[in-house]
Every structure is written in C-alpha cells, then in structure tokens.
C-alpha cells in the first residue's frame, strides 16, 4: 500500500471513530425552494439543503454523509427500512442537490430525507419539515 492510500486509508478509519452517529443528530436537511405554501407550475426545480452533514453517492459508505430522498405525497418511510423506489420516493444516489419536478395540478407535500450508503435513514433520521405547494 503507498504512503498516500495509507494515509487517506487511515483518515477514514479516524473519522469513523471521531464521527460517531450522535454527532451527527444537530444535523438538519432543507427545501431550499420552493417555499412552504407557494405556487407553481410544472415542471419546476426543487433545491436541497443540508447542514452539519456532507452528501455523498449511494454505495459509497463514508461517515457523516448520505443522499437525499424526496418524500412527495407520502408520510416518511420506516426507520431502519431502505427507502422503497417507486414514485413516491424520489432517490438521488448520484448526491445530487436538486431535481426538476413535475406533478399534476393541486396540493402536494414535499419532504427531504437522507439516507445513508444503503439507503438506509440514519439514526437519528434526517429530514426536513414537510412544505406544502401548490400545482397550477
């Protein structure tokens, strides 16, 4: 093993013991946009936001982060459970930060979750305050 793959190698293992999951409970997952209770047409562009925690591709297990999931219409899914696939949960495993969305005309909730490498929700879970918007 080189000097630098030991190095990092070991910069991981240091940040698994330095980072424990309680570290990590002040952490908080936002919509950016749109705004609780605004209205708007589809498509349109959800932003994610996230503090105390870093976003990180599914599959690729590191501490102290995860991929956002975009809860529409549906209650938070099970803790301890993957997050299902299907229209309901929107994954964004690649740790992307926003989406182009399109749903049909009326009330809708929007909420934001992260997951971890499995998409797994941690422990204590992360998510942000359901919004509720408007499709004209």
């Known amino acids: 093993m080189s000097r630098i793959h030991r190095f990092f190698a070991n910069c ?11 570290v990590f409970a002040g952490a908080e997952a936002y919509i950016i946009s749109p705004q609780d209770g605004e209205t708007v047409k589809s498509p349109f562009v959800v932003r994610f936001g996230l503090k105390g925690m870093g976003v990180a591709p599914a599959g690729i297990e590191m501490p102290g982060t995860g ?3 975009l809860i529409i219409d ?26 182009e ?20 929700p941690h422990d204590p879970v992360v ?3 359901p919004i509720r918007i408007r499709v004209e």
């Open 12 to 22: 991981v293992v240091v940040a698994a013991c330095t980072f424990p999951a309680a």
């Open 101 to 120: 969305l399109s749903l049909p005309p009326g009330e809708h909730t929007l909420q934001l979750m992260l997951g971890d490498h499995t998409h797994i």
């Open 127 to 129: 998510a942000s305050k």
């Open 67 to 69: 991929h956002h999931h």
């Open 74 to 99: 549906a209650p938070l899914p099970p803790a301890g459970q993957p997050v299902p696939f299907d229209d309901q949960h929107k994954h964004f495993g690649k740790g992307q930060t926003e989406t």
